[in-house]
C-alpha cells in the first residue's frame, strides 16, 4: 500500500503576541492561510517494524531529528504499531522561512499514516497528538484559513481566503526564532487589529485584508536584518497592494490581486533575491 500526501507552507496574514505566559511561551493570536507551494511525501507500508526517511534535499536530517519522523514515531508509540513505514519527503518549501515547512510535514504524516496504519483517528484527535511535536502542527492539520491562538495551537477554521496573487522572496540570512520572541517588546509595539482580520477574512474582502496586515514580529526581525525590510519595500514599490513578513521571518510576501502586477513584483524581485516564487492560495477542500 502507497498513499501520496501534499505538505503545503503557510503565510501569516496577521500575528500578535499579547503577552508572555508563565510558560515562558507567548500567548499568540495569528490569522494563518496555506499556500500552493507544497512539499510532497509519499509513505510505503512495510510489515518490518521500523520507520525509513528519505529526504530529497540537502541540508535536512533524515533521522529522528526531522518532524516527520518524529511524528510516525510519536503514532507508533502511542498506538503500539508493529508495522513499519518507508517515507520519501520532497521539499519544495524554503527551509527556516517563516513559512511552517517542518510542521507541514509532520502534519502531513500524520494525516498519510492515520490512513496506511488503519487508525481512524479524527482530525482533532491528530491536532491534539501534532501540537505535542509543535505548536504550527494542528493549523497544519486543518489547512485553509484559521485563527490560531493560545501558543498557535487552538484553532477555529475561517472561510477561504479569497483569491489573489501570492509572491514569496526568501533572503539567503537565517533567523532564529527563538530569539526573535525573546527580543519582542510586547508592551512597547504596535499590535495588528486581529479582529479586523478574521471580519476581512469573514467578509471575503481583500481590501479588508491589506488593510489589517500586520506582524508583531518585524520589530524585531526588520531592525535586525534590514535586507527583509528593503525586500518589503521592493515589493510596495513593484506594486503589491500589501506586503509583509510570515512568521519569525525571513521570508516576506506581497498579496497582489492583479496578475500582470504579480508578475511585475515576481520578476523585479528576481533581481534582488535568489528564492522567488509566484503562488496563490491553497484550493483544497477541507
Ligand atoms: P516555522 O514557520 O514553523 O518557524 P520554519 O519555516 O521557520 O518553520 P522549518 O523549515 O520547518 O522552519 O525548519 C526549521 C528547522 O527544522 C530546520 O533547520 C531543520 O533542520 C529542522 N527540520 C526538521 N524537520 C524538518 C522538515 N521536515 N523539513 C524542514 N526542516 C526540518
Not at 88 to 94: E, M
Not at 119 to 129: G, K, Y
Not at 196 to 210: L, N, P, R, T, Y
Amino acid at each position: 500500500m502507497k498513499i501520496n500526501v501534499k505538505a503545503p507552507a503557510k503565510i501569516n496574514l496577521s500575528l500578535d503576541a499579547l503577552y508572555k505566559r508563565k510558560d515562558n511561551y507567548h500567548e499568540l493570536e495569528m490569522v494563518m492561510t496555506t499556500i500552493d507551494l507544497a512539499d510532497r511525501l509519499q509513505l510505503v507500508l512495510l510489515e518490518k517494524d521500523c520507520i525509513k526517511l528519505d529526504v530529497k534535499a540537502h541540508f535536512i536530517p533524515d533521522d529522528k531529528r526531522n518532524l516527520v519522523y518524529q511524528a510516525a514515531a510519536l503514532l507508533k508509540e502511542r498506538f503500539q504499531i508493529k508495522q513499519g513505514v518507508a517515507i520519501t519527503l520532497d521539499k519544495s518549501i524554503p527551509v527556516a522561512a517563516g513559512l511552517a515547512g517542518g510542521s507541514s510535514d509532520a502534519a502531513a504524516a500524520l494525516k498519510g499514516l492515520n490512513q496506511l496504519w488503519d487508525l481512524n483517528l479524527s482530525l482533532e484527535e491528530l491536532a491534539d497528538l501534532g501540537a505535542e511535536l509543535g505548536s504550527d502542527i494542528p493549523f497544519c492539520l486543518y489547512g485553509g484559513t484559521a485563527l490560531a491562538t493560545g501558543r498557535g495551537e487552538i484553532i477555529e477554521p475561517l472561510p477561504m481566503m479569497p483569491n489573489c496573487w501570492i509572491v514569496l522572496a526568501k533572503p539567503s540570512i537565517s533567523v532564529s526564532t527563538p530569539g526573535v520572541y525573546r527580543d519582542l517588546k510586547v508592551g512597547e509595539v504596535k499590535h495588528p487589529n486581529t479582529k479586523g482580520m478574521v471580519q476581512a477574512i469573514q467578509d471575503g474582502s481583500f481590501e479588508g485584508i491589506c488593510d489589517n496586515i500586520g506582524n508583531v514580529l518585524e520589530t524585531v526581525t526588520l531592525v535586525k536584518h534590514p535586507e527583509v525590510k528593503r525586500i518589503k519595500e521592493k515589493m510596495l514599490e513593484f506594486g503589491a497592494d500589501t506586503a509583509l513578513m510570515s512568521g519569525s521571518g525571513p521570508t516576506v510576501f506581497a498579496l497582489v490581486k492583479q496578475y500582470s502586477r504579480a508578475k511585475r513584483v515576481y520578476n523585479g524581485l528576481r533581481g534582488f533575491c535568489e528564492e522567488v516564487y509566484l503562488v496563490r492560495p491553497w484550493q483544497e477542500e477541507r
